[in-house]
């Protein structure tokens, strides 16, 4: 089984443009995370895959490896698929490029997925954490799951779910990880397909892998990624660091 680390990495961002370009520590951020999913040993080849010239070039001067994306791209799922379509791999794990401090032993879980699935019923696998905090479970930029009984992803959402219309009944809030560990062919069969209206109204991508059928396996950790989405972020990177 081949398994491979895709780092998407746009280089224009909302809350805060440039952010993979920024300085950490001597190495720019989108670096520093090739540099960490390589280190990891998980994976069979790492690569970054970016729209940006700029990126493109930050990783290529650095000896690694970068792929440059043809088409515009809604989501990190369609830049990815494009990037493996022809590449013989069994499994791609999509590294986010701005969580530089990889949880290595959480990625492990997610791989083991695969390795304990000899019939293939895992389309995805992703990683999620509890929440008990009641700002931390009403914040819409915290996006919540819920699950069956075998761990399989019923639906995401960033609203509360699921909604506490009676207290006290042991409701576990848990909030999702956007890591991925996909089957090749899940990716390219969510390239193929159309953004339906859950995906469209929640703006999650998870879900029109839902919409169609495919199965999210959700992956229990106890330790939140650490990621760089604000400038403050960076600056509490830069003190780790």
Same mark, same amino acid.
């Given at each position: 089984? +081949?398994?491979?680390?895709?780092?998407?990495?746009?280089?224009?961002?909302?809350?805060?443009?440039?952010?993979? /370009?920024?300085?950490?520590?001597?190495?720019?951020?989108?670096?520093?995370?090739?540099?960490?999913?390589?280190?990891?040993?998980?994976?069979?080849?790492?690569?970054?895959?970016?729209?940006?010239?700029?990126?493109? +070039?930050?990783?290529?001067?650095?000896?690694?490896?970068?792929?440059?994306?043809?088409?515009?791209? @809604?989501?990190?799922?369609?830049?990815?698929?494009?990037?493996?379509?022809?590449?013989?791999?069994?499994?791609?794990?999509?590294?986010?490029?701005?969580?530089?401090?990889?949880?290595?032993?959480?990625? @492990?879980?997610?791989?083991?997925?695969? +390795?304990?699935?000899?019939?293939?019923?895992?389309?995805?696998?992703?990683? /999620?954490?509890?929440?008990?905090?009641?700002?931390?479970?009403? !914040?819409?930029?915290?996006?919540?799951?819920?699950?069956?009984? !075998?761990?399989?992803?019923?639906?995401?959402?960033?609203?509360?779910?699921?909604?506490?219309?009676?207290? !006290?009944?042991?409701?576990?809030? /848990?909030?999702?990880?956007?890591?991925?560990?996909?089957? +090749?062919?899940?990716?390219?069969?969510?390239?193929?397909?159309? /953004?339906?209206?859950?995906?469209?109204?929640?703006?999650? @991508?998870?879900?029109?892998?839902?919409?169609?059928?495919?199965?999210?396996?959700?992956?229990?950790?106890?330790?939140?990624?650490?990621?760089?989405?604000?400038?403050?972020?960076?600056?509490?990177?830069?003190?780790?660091?």
């Amino acid at each position: 089984m +081949k398994i491979i680390a895709v780092i998407p990495a746009r280089y224009a961002s909302t809350r805060f443009p440039a952010k993979l /370009m920024q300085d950490l520590g001597g190495k720019t951020v989108i670096l520093r995370t090739y540099e960490a999913a390589q280190k990891s040993n998980l994976f069979d080849d790492v690569f970054v895959v970016t729209d940006s010239d700029l990126i493109y +070039k930050e990783i290529t001067s650095n000896g690694g490896k970068v792929i440059k994306s043809i088409k515009e791209h @809604e989501s990190g799922s369609d830049r990815i698929a494009e990037a493996v379509e022809n590449m013989d791999v069994d499994i791609v794990v999509n590294v986010q490029g701005d969580e530089p401090f990889i949880n290595t032993e959480a990625l @492990e879980k997610l791989i083991a997925v695969y +390795k304990n699935d000899p019939d293939k019923k895992v389309d995805l696998a992703s990683l /999620m954490f509890e929440i008990t905090d009641e700002d931390e479970i009403s !914040n819409p930029n915290n996006v919540k799951v819920v699950v069956d009984q !075998n761990g399989f992803a019923l639906y995401f959402s960033r609203s509360v779910i699921p909604y506490p219309r009676e207290k !006290n009944l042991g409701v576990r809030y /848990m909030q999702h990880i956007g890591i991925y560990a996909f089957r +090749k062919q899940a990716l390219l069969d969510f390239y193929s397909l159309p /953004m339906k209206s859950l995906e469209a109204s929640e703006k999650l @991508e998870q879900l029109r892998y839902l919409e169609f059928g495919k199965r999210i396996k959700m992956v229990e950790t106890a330790d939140k990624s650490i990621g760089i989405d604000t400038p403050e972020d960076l600056e509490k990177a830069r003190r780790m660091i």
